[in-house]
């Protein structure tokens, strides 16, 4: 049976503590995720520890600076880079940060822009 997954609603603030509970606490960060919805974005942090899940949201603004987590959970480098390089979100203090080249992608940051189909036939299929 799949127990009900809560998302808890955090602050940027919180972002650090609650990584660091969460390390205390033995759990493993398994996903950290980033939606954008009209003008914000939603980051969710996931972290696991005996099948159990934990999720934290943050709702930030474009112009917000977003705490790395890295010094906590080393790999969380990989995510931080991606939100960086596909929302442009700033993320500070990451361990490895490769500085918006993470990904190469020939529009930057496609994931905050809106992109309309062409008039080319293949795009109206």
Not at 24 to 37: A, E, P, Q, W, Y
Not at 58 to 66: G, L, S
Not at 67 to 77: A, H
Request: charged share 25%; net charge negative.
């Amino acid at each position: 049976m799949m127990e009900p997954q809560t998302i808890v609603e955090i602050t940027i603030g919180d972002v650090i503590p609650k990584a660091e509970q969460a390390k205390k606490d033995g759990h493993r960060l398994v996903l950290m995720s980033c939606t954008k919805i009209e003008d914000t974005f939603e980051i969710v942090y996931t972290y696991e520890k005996n099948l159990k899940l934990a999720n934290y949201r943050i709702t930030v603004k474009q112009e917000d600076e977003i705490p790395s987590i890295s010094g906590i959970y080393w790999g969380s480098f990989v995510y931080e880079n991606e939100i960086n390089d596909l929302y442009g979100l700033n993320v500070k203090g990451i361990n490895i940060d490769f500085k918006g080249t993470f990904f190469q992608t020939s529009v930057k940051h496609p994931f905050n822009v809106t992109i309309t189909r062409g008039d080319d036939a293949c795009q109206n299929r």
